[in-house]
Nanobody
């Protein structure tokens, strides 16, 4: 199994940037699809972004497309979520996930992922 630990969250003002990191241990992530999800109070867990095992394909939610970027550094066993032009509606707990998917396009659904981090809080003020 793989353990995932998110970091980089915090309280920021709208319009600024923030980068989240997901550090994996136990196993390398080179064969995993990696995803980011978020959950705001009173809302369901929402897909944010994902990257396939090779790093060649990414997927983004419409709400973040053009603002967020997902990347992976397999040598560091780390996945990143670069968040630009943050909005108050981006406020949520952000979760990193790993899934045993070899598909060309990484999955968008939580059930397709096997391992989860404990989350990091991102709060964006007006």
């Amino acid at each position: 199994q793989v353990q995932l630990v998110e970091s980089g969250g915090g309280l920021v003002q709208a319009g600024v940037s923030l980068r989240l990191s997901c550090a994996a241990s136990g196993r390398t992530i080179e064969s995993y699809a990696m995803g980011w999800f978020r959950q705001a109070p009173g809302k369901e867990r929402e897909f944010v972004a994902a990257i396939n095992w090779s790093g060649g394909y990414t997927e983004f939610a419409d709400s973040v497309k053009g603002r967020f970027t997902i990347s992976r550094d397999n040598a560091k066993n780390t996945v990143y979520l670069q968040m630009n032009s943050l909005k108050p509606e981006d406020t949520a707990v952000y979760y990193c996930a790993a899934g045993s998917s070899w598909a060309l396009h990484p999955p968008r659904y939580p059930n397709e992922y096997d391992f989860w981090g404990q989350g990091t809080q991102v709060t964006v003020s007006s």
